[in-house]
Each structure stands twice: as structure tokens, then as C-alpha cells.
């Protein structure tokens, strides 16, 4: 979807995410007339849902806002997602905090070819005003307050969410997680697993980027791998 200009692109997590932005779609398309159309990804799995937080909905309609806040103490991470693996990443929120004491903010992402595109206007805009005061992503401006590497995790190929790599403040290490590799049929936890994107990698994605930046011994990162039980000498999944 993101090869085509005028396509908004969202993969939502939540029913309050949905109505944001079918709300906004209906207004561009309809109301405005704009020239673009909206594309949804929606999936069949149950699950709580939280509630709108007002004043979201902008951030929302923007690709990114700030779901839950981690604890205040350090060290910290930034965990990313969209769609219903976001849920793993709450899931490795609470494994982060509790066996490993690590703080982590979870931002959800409907939609990384929104945040993609704004960073790449910001560069455009940049370039041809070299004397002007820079323009700054909106991935930068969220992430700017809330110290700490970040990990993205999605049911898509890497490249997906791979595109706000340049986004990213400088300085921070970026993680991502991603289903590159074959199609196949199993149950949906397996699948996780097998293309390494669930909470157990969340949680040791995490600690290599904090053991990068030095925050964390390298052993705790082998530590996590022993206990989640993973196989670091497995196929990766990518040929398998």
C-alpha cells in the first residue's frame, strides 16, 4: 500500500482506533473531496479493548501515539507495534518489567507508511530550505521526551517497519522484528514463534539493544534466550 501515493494506509489494533479513523477517512473522501482513498487491515482475533484516551486522535490519524507509559525508573525502552501483534508487545511490557527490570513504553503505530511519509516530506522539505530552522519527524517528536532504544514488532516484512529507521533520534538503537520468510498455515502462537516477532523476542530484542548501548551485561541477553527456551541456532526463518 505504500507504493501508492493516494493510498492511507492504517493497520489498527483497536475498535476506538477503527472509528478514529474511518471518521477522518469518510471526511477527506466524502466531506473534502480529496483525491485518496482509505485502505484498512482489520483481523478476526478477540480481545479487550481500551477505550479512546481524548486527545489521541490526531496522533492516531498521524500513525503513532503513546499507549501505555512505563514505569518510572530506568533502564527504559520503547516497545513499537501495530494490528494484533501490538498485544505482544504489551505482553513483553510486563515480562520486561517484572523478570528483568526493565521499564517500557508501548506506542502504537496504525500505521508505520503514515509516519514514513511525513518523515520523508520533513527530508524533502529540509533539503530545498537549507536556511531555514528544520523540520522534525513526527516519529522524533514523539519519541523525543521518552529516553531508551526501540523495538518494532509487526506481522509484516521487516521493510515495513523499517521505514522510520531514519526517523528514529540519533543515538538510539532500533530493533525490528518482522515475518520475512514463506507463508504457511498453523496456529497463530506458533506462527509468532516461528517468525521470531512475539513477546519472548520483543523481551530479547530489547535487552540486546540496552546491552548495545551498554545499560545491560551482554549475559542477561543470553540469560532471556535460555529461559523463553528459543533456539539461537535455528533456521532462520527467512530460508526455512
Known amino acids: 500500500a505504500g507504493t501508492i501515493p493516494n493510498c492511507i494506509s492504517y493497520d489498527p489494533t483497536f475498535a476506538h482506533e477503527v472509528g478514529v479513523i474511518i471518521h477522518h477517512g469518510l471526511k477527506r473522501m466524502v466531506e473534502k473531496q480529496d483525491n485518496v482513498y482509505f485502505y484498512l487491515t482489520l483481523l478476526n482475533e478477540n480481545y479487550p479493548m481500551p477505550g479512546l484516551k481524548a486527545g489521541t486522535e490526531d496522533q492516531i490519524i498521524k500513525g503513532m501515539y503513546l499507549l501505555e507509559e512505563g514505569a518510572k525508573k530506568t533502564p527504559r525502552v520503547n516497545l513499537l507495534g501495530s494490528g494484533t501483534i501490538l498485544r ?8 520486561l518489567e517484572a523478570e528483568w527490570g526493565v521499564a517500557a513504553n508501548v506506542w502504537s503505530c496504525p500505521s ?4 514514513a511519509r511525513d518523515g520523508q516530506d520533513c527530508e524533502r522539505w529540509n533539503l530545498l530550505h537549507p536556511t531555514a530552522e528544520p523540520r522534525v519527524s513526527y516519529v522524533a517528536q514523539q519519541l523525543a ?12 516484512m521487516k521493510n ?34 516461528h517468525f521470531e516477532i512475539n513477546r519472548h523476542y520483543i523481551v530479547v530484542a530489547s535487552l540486546k539493544a540496552l546491552a548495545e548501548e551498554g545499560t545491560v551485561p551482554a549475559a542477561k541477553v543470553a540469560e532471556a534466550i535460555k529461559k523463553y527456551g528459543i533456539d539461537a541456532d535455528c533456521v532462520n526463518p527467512l530460508y526455512a
Open 145 to 156: 521526551a521518552h529516553a531508551g532504544p526501540v523495538v518494532a514488532s509487526t506481522d509484516y
Open 88 to 95: 505482544e508487545s504489551m505482553e513483553a511490557k510486563k515480562l
Open 112 to 115: 508505520f507508511n503514515e509516519l
Open 160 to 193: 515495513y517497519a523499517d521505514q522510520i529507521r531514519a526517523f528514529i533520534p540519533k543515538g538510539r538503537a532500533f530493533k525490528v522484528l518482522g515475518t520475512d520468510g514463506f507463508g504457511r498455515s498453523d496456529f497463530r502462537n506458533k506462527l509468532r514463534e
